[in-house]
């Protein structure tokens, strides 16, 4: 993926009716006639967290790629709460339309890990008009045991302050830290959330990734997630975890411009 190493990356910041979303496209030069893809981060991350994916992706695609931290992660104003029960829902209203408003894309491919999926996802279903096609990867379809067990033992490592202070590093400091620390933890394992799920029937083809060793889901998640897609696909990694586009990032790139290429030529 040494072309990667070419591709440029701008910065923007955006005002929402929440507040300021820190913001960055790559290979923004690229034909403006392809849907570029937006990625939608996990849990604990940023788009520093993303590292050289999105820069690959841009390469191996030949599409813009766009990426932006949540309210309240990364280099984003600071959210002013809590996450409410449909905060996965919500996403596309709050930051993700606005996101594809200021940039002026009509159309976009959501790419979205781990709970980004859930949000991509939920986007689909909520405006079939401005989403061409959807990629999960590690996403949850519903509140598996293994999912709060993983989340557990999350929690009880973040009880060392070093933790805290890496996470500290992609957040700003340590209170924005344990922010999101806590809107994942909290989250999840309140009871009131035990009910979730993804249900949604979307009206574009979605690809559904997922490690074979992912320590917060099972592979019943890209199974379900698969048949709300039109049509839909899944396809485990072997020896991955939770992490593909860093773990097993060739095998990710390969999987998402064979997706790319069979989709129907809308844009």
Known sequence: MDHAKSVTSQQQTIVTDGGRLHACIWNREAAPQHA?????????????????FPAQLA?????????????GFGRSDSH?????????????????????????????????????????VSAAAQCPGRVMAVVT?????????????????A?????????ISRLAKYHGDTTRA????????????????????????LHCPLLAL?????????????????ALGAPGEWRMIPQCGHVPH???SDIVLQAVAAFLLNLTKKD
């Open 36 to 52: 570029p893809i937006v990625l939608l981060h996990d849990s604990l991350g940023s788009i520093e967290l993303w590292r050289d």
């Open 59 to 71: 390469a191996c695609s030949g599409r813009a790629v766009l990426a932006y931290d949540r309210l």
């Open 80 to 120: 002013a709460g809590k996450l409410g029960p449909g905060f996965i829902a919500d996403e596309a209203r709050a930051s993700l339309w606005p996101v594809l408003d200021h940039f002026g894309v009509d159309q976009a491919i959501l790419f979205g890990h781990s709970v980004g999926g859930g949000m991509a």
């Open 137 to 153: 990867e590690s996403a949850q379809a519903f509140v598996e045991d293994r999912t709060l067990e993983g989340i557990r033992q």
């Open 155 to 163: 929690q009880r490592s973040f009880a060392d302050p070093q933790q």
């Open 178 to 201: 344990r922010w999101v620390l806590d809107a994942w933890i909290n989250t999840w394992l309140a009871p009131t959330y035990a009910s979730w799920s993804l249900h949604e029937k």
């Open 210 to 226: 997922h490690g074979e060793h992912d320590e917060f889901g099972s592979s019943l998640h890209p199974q379900r997630i698969a």
């Open 246 to 248: 860093r773990e097993q």
